[in-house]
């Protein structure tokens, strides 16, 4: 699993005063919004005796209160209160996960060896302006890991002879700038007053948040958010925008067609991803799009101590 920022949840999912379990990372969390309407993920299990803090525990001022024997921890995960002893254990602490809201979402930051975030979550430009389109969101489920589905946008081939499109993406720039990853290509898409040349622009924060412009037709704005549940699976969150036109109708049907035709292409995807392994050494030829170079991108992202990652 790699390091980096991780969506946790839309940020509509958890109210003021409201916790959930969650599980990511192989790990059991769980996510609340504290009365100062700050999102926060902390550890499960109370170190004093295992209990699940999100299975019947409650949000107390910013913190939580612990289901089976009532302490309480504060907002950064420290025991401030035992209510039947006068003396709190040192170690009484869970452990609190960075978190950062933004573009929608709660991000929470996950680094194997307990490393501080070496970089911020991306403000996603136009998101959210009133020029666009208010989000529409999808969520998949998939069985595979966040690195094969990134590598996925960049695999130009695969979009003429598993999506069927007309023609293959021609990618015009590729570049790693430290911790991102910036693909611009090109395509050209059949339309009912013939073929237009189309522009596609990634700009990937890591493995786990980023952005997809398209232009062209239209101006569409795609923020992928692909998060480790564990080793396996990752959920995948996606949120949708498109630049409002002069005319209500057809922005509508811009937006229509441009997310099914996304969710039709990402359902073709799953069974390949699902079935297909990783190899270490692809043999890779000209016209694949820079797999190569977002391989050499992503290896930064990735710890190994004790035979975990």
């Known amino acids: 699993m790699p390091n980096g920022w991780f969506a ?42 295992g209990a699940h803090l999100g299975r019947g525990g409650r949000v107390e001022g910013n913190g939580i209160r612990c289901p089976f024997h009532a302490w309480r921890y504060d907002g950064g995960g420290r025991c401030v209160e035992v209510p039947y002893a006068r003396k709190i254990p040192p170690k009484a602490r869970v452990r609190a996960w960075t978190t950062v809201e933004k573009n929608g979402l709660v991000f929470a930051w996950r680094h194997a060896r ?18 666009w389109t208010p989000p529409e969101r999808r969520e998949w489920i998939v069985r595979s890991c966040a690195q094969e589905l990134a590598e996925n946008s960049v695999d130009a081939a695969h979009f003429r002879f598993v999506h069927k499109t007309n023609t293959v993406p021609v990618t015009e720039t590729a570049e ?28 990937a924060h890591g493995l786990g948040v980023g952005f997809t412009r398209f232009s062209g037709i239209a101006d569409l704005l795609v923020v ?11 959920h995948m969150r996606l949120q949708f925008s498109v630049k409002k036109l002069p005319n209500s109708d057809a922005t509508r049907g811009v937006g229509k067609a441009f997310i099914a035709e996304i969710e039709r292409q990402f359902g ?42």
């Open 224 to 234: 992928p958010c692909g998060t480790p549940i564990d080793a396996d699976h990752t």
């Open 114 to 131: 307990g490393e501080a975030p070496a970089w911020g979550v991306v403000d996603v430009p136009d998101y959210g302006s009133g020029a």
């Open 268 to 309: 073709q995807d799953i069974p390949i991803w699902e079935n297909k392994i990783h190899l270490e050494q692809p043999l890779l030829v000209e016209g694949e799009g820079p797999l190569a170079l977002l391989r050499r991108w992503a290896r930064q992202f990735y710890s190994f101590e004790r035979g975990r990652s």
């Open 176 to 203: 790693i700038r430290d911790h991102v990853l910036h693909v611009v290509s090109h395509n050209v898409v059949a339309t009912p007053r013939g073929e237009q040349r189309g522009r596609i622009e990634i700009e």
């Open 8 to 49: 946790v949840a839309f940020g509509d999912e958890v109210a003021t005063g409201q916790l959930k379990p969650i599980r990511y990372f192989g790990e059991e969390l769980v996510l609340f919004r504290g009365e100062d309407g700050v999102a926060r993920v902390f550890d499960a299990h109370c170190p004093h005796l």
